[in-house]
């Protein structure tokens, strides 16, 4: 395995914990992280805290900015910032204490985001204006402030999480579907506006995946079981996904090893978007 590529960031000042490891690590999944800082909205649950655990075994240093960071509080591994990411000045202090503690930025993983259901019809002007400002807003706040931390990096990596909606239509999503796609569509302005700062932009597509969220899901459905299992059903290999399968897609896209990949987005999703089986 050959090192990680050199700094990607041609004003970034290569400061010495956002250098090159020492030494090449043994494997793309063990080490590439080393002596890079990472922060992850909604790493308190779910898909973002399977990202911040494995950012953490690879090598990173990592802050978990969320809501409610409890669940991580008494982790020795992850450093926990209480924020909503729908307050700006929260966000702000947020950013500014964690590179702090951290010493800099390298990745950002925007992943927090909140769900919705029902048909174009079903949500209030409110509720729109809630979700995206969650799903969409929040994660220009967060990139607003760590942008001149990544800016110094020189391996600059955000990964958005964005979901299966924006890439397939599905019922009783029509609001949630709205806020991915415009994930979709900022990841790739993003990963343009940035190219040239050495900061790279990618996002992950998982399919439904077996989270708290998903969890919560099911047990307001009327029948969870049949629930649970139309939802299996749904994807191709017959199962939800992992929470760590995106955190590893998450990992891949943010490492130094995948210098040369921006402005791509990565489907986690079992098979729903890309393939059509005939019925057994
Ligand atoms: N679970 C799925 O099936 C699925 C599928 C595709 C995409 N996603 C996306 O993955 C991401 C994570 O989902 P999950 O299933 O792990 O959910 P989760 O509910 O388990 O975790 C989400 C985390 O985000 C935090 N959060 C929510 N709103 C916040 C806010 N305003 N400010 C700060 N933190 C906030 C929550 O406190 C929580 O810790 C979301 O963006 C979601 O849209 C999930």
């Given at each position: 395995m050959s090192k990680p590529a050199g700094p990607t960031n041609p004003s970034a000042s290569s400061s010495p914990s956002a250098s090159s490891p020492a030494s090449a690590p043994a494997?793309?999944?063990?080490?590439?992280?080393?002596g890079l800082r990472a922060l992850v909205t909604g790493?308190?649950?779910?898909i973002g805290l399977a990202t911040a655990r494995m950012l953490t075994a690879r090598g990173a240093t990592v802050a978990v900015l969320d809501r409610d960071p409890t669940a991580v509080a008494?982790?020795?591994?992850l450093s926990p910032f209480t924020a909503d990411i729908t307050d700006d000045a929260s966000v702000t202090a947020a950013v500014r204490d964690a590179t702090a503690l951290l010493g800099g930025l390298d990745i950002l993983v925007n992943n927090a985001g909140i769900g919705a259901a029902g048909?174009?019809?079903?949500?209030e002007d409110g509720e729109w204006h809630r979700v995206l400002d969650v799903n969409v807003v929040g994660l220009v706040r967060v990139t607003r402030a760590a942008l001149p931390h990544l800016r110094a990096s020189a391996h600059a990596a955000i990964v958005n999480t964005c979901s299966i909606a924006a890439t397939a239509g599905l019922p009783q999503r029509a609001l949630y579907s709205a806020s991915k796609g415009a994930v979709l569509a900022l990841t790739l302005a993003m990963a343009a506006d940035h190219v040239r700062e050495g900061i790279r932009v990618n996002c992950v597509n998982p399919g439904t995946a077996d989270t708290p969220w998903v969890g919560r899901l099911l047990n307001a459905a009327d029948d969870p079981a049949r629930e649970r299992a139309a939802l299996d059903a749904r994807q191709p290999m017959g199962r939800l996904v992992d929470a760590d399968e995106v955190a590893f897609a998450i990992c891949s896209l943010a490492s130094?090893?995948?210098?040369?990949?921006?402005?791509t987005s990565l489907a986690v999703d079992g098979g729903m978007q890309g393939l059509r089986l005939r019925p057994e």
């Open positions: 494997s793309p999944s063990t080490g590439d992280f080393t790493g308190a649950s779910g008494g982790d020795p591994d048909t174009v019809a079903d949500n130094p090893l995948a210098a040369s990949t921006t402005g």
